[in-house]
């Protein structure tokens, strides 16, 4: 193990309390993004998970690479920091800047990773959108001529091919998403920050960390994440959050209700909740009889707030 556990400290990184948001952050739970400024216990990264995201990270530069050979498409920056093009408290740094010879436009570049594809994406994850567009509203700001953006799923597993598909910006919406977040940290920490820059409500010599999570912890964090209901063939059960199953506060320093409960059944045409679910009544009918406004890519089209292009 000896080379192994040199690469294995090369890959080691210290978990920091952070001062800022990420666009990472955007569509992920909000409890975890506000816990993060302070210094909650947590599980540790594997080794296995560290070699994971590196690879993930090299397989990106090296389809990268293979982009730039083309005759239509040239790279102009890799891994680029937009911070000065991002609201104060916000960080972000795209994977790729591409320049397309044929329609004269620039662009952002965001490669995703999965385990597998076999479900066929037919749209992008609605967190993955609102990441690129705050790529494409950061450009915007920073006097970048583009006005679409990319987002590429490739299958780890190469049992699949990848998907594209083209996002158009909208600065609202972004702005929106992360108003929600910037909000939740308002509650919980208050003036104990100023912008992207700690500063104490007391005095220099206090430890800001301490203060920060004194004051975090007499305030309430944003509520764990609902459960989600699950359909299998006639059955409803109702899931834990899949963010939670990832969740590396889980059980830690949040408790979410990680149970699996059946809740309803179909039997005789008719839908059947047990007494202690029928606070679900209505997102069970929601999932059995789907209004249009409720259906998420016939929502999206017709208000035309996404105008996805997918390109096979």
Request: proline share 4%.
């Amino acid at each position: 193990m000896q080379i192994l556990n040199e690469i294995y400290k090369q890959l080691e990184k210290e978990y920091r309390s952070k001062t800022h948001f990420y666009v990472t952050d955007l569509g992920t739970c909000p409890r975890k993004v506000i816990m993060n400024f302070g210094s909650y216990k947590k599980k540790p990264q594997t080794n296995a998970e560290k070699i994971m995201f590196y690879k993930a990270e090299n397989d990106h530069r090296a389809m990268a690479r293979l982009l730039n050979k083309s005759d239509r498409f040239f790279i102009i920056r890799e891994e680029f920091s937009i911070n000065d093009g991002l609201p104060e408290m916000w960080h972000g740094r795209l994977d790729n800047l591409i320049y397309d010879k044929e329609d004269k436009s620039i662009s952002p570049l965001d490669w995703k990773g999965t385990r597998s594809l076999k479900y066929q994406l037919e749209l992008p994850k609605q967190s993955h959108v609102s990441q690129l567009r705050s790529y494409l509203m950061a450009l915007i700001n920073m006097q970048f001529p583009t006005d679409k953006g990319y987002i590429i799923y490739t299958d780890r597993t190469g049992s699949y091919e990848g998907i594209e598909f083209v996002i158009e910006p909208d600065n609202d919406s972004v702005l929106a998403e992360m108003k929600i977040y910037e909000d939740w940290f308002e509650n919980c920490i208050g003036e104990t920050i100023l912008s992207n820059k700690i500063r104490t409500t007391l005095d220099n010599r206090l430890d800001t960390l301490k203060l920060r999570e004194e004051i975090m912890a007499e305030n309430n964090l944003p509520p764990i994440l609902d459960r989600s209901i699950k359909q299998i063939k006639n059955e409803f059960y109702l899931n834990p959050s899949w963010q939670c199953d990832y969740c590396y506060y889980q059980n830690l320093s949040c408790k979410p209700n990680m149970s699996k409960n059946k809740i309803a059944e179909i039997k005789d045409d008719k839908l059947k909740i047990r007494k202690e679910y029928l606070e679900y009544e209505g997102r069970l009918n929601e999932i059995i009889n789907p209004k249009d406004d409720k259906d998420f890519y016939n929502f999206c089209k017709r208000e035309s707030k996404w105008k996805l292009k997918k390109k096979k």
